[in-house]
């Protein structure tokens, strides 16, 4: 077999990984800290059954219109998803760090209203009880960073990610375009 030489850029390259999800665990809890604002978004929260019967909750976005879990509106939640640094195991690592609704009011409170205020805060998130769905609560930490912060990046990638969502997709016109090409015998009569 003659060898393919080529110098095109591989196009099944894999990107770099997307910075991880970063959730409190029921009972759990864990200490970060923010890089800028977060993303927020409307999501549902939905029971799904597991192959050996039990019940998982899972988190979806809403997508208005489109959307399949609308009709229980009991499961919308509020959710936000901030840039931010974890360094439990020593070394710092870029993680989307995700809050809920208890856990967004505190940071506002915190910061006034002003997004600038977000970067570069420690919080420690923690569950208020053993459900793995509780209300997460925050702790602030006054400790300024021993190392350089790294600057704030795009949490969606890491969402389209987890939940299987190609933007691309949905950019799609839904309906095809107004103006349809002339076929050549009419272009011949106009
Ligand atoms: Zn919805």
Known sequence: MPIEWSDRP???????????????????????RLLGPAQRVLTHYVAEPLGDGKLVGRTYPCLGPTCRHCP??????EKAYAPAVWSSAGTPALVVLELTEAALDAIDDK???DPAAWRG?????YRASRAPNARVL????????DYQLPEPFDVRPTLYHLWRYDPAADAAPAEPPKTLPIEPDKRKQA
């Open 10 to 32: 591989g196009q099944q390259r894999a990107r770099p990984p997307s910075p991880k999800l970063l959730r409190v665990r029921a009972a759990g809890r864990l200490g970060a």
């Open 72 to 77: 229980a509106p009991e499961t919308l939640r």
């Open 111 to 113: 910061t006034g209203g």
């Open 121 to 125: 805060l420690l919080v420690e998130l």
């Open 138 to 145: 925050v702790r602030f930490h006054e400790r300024p960073p």
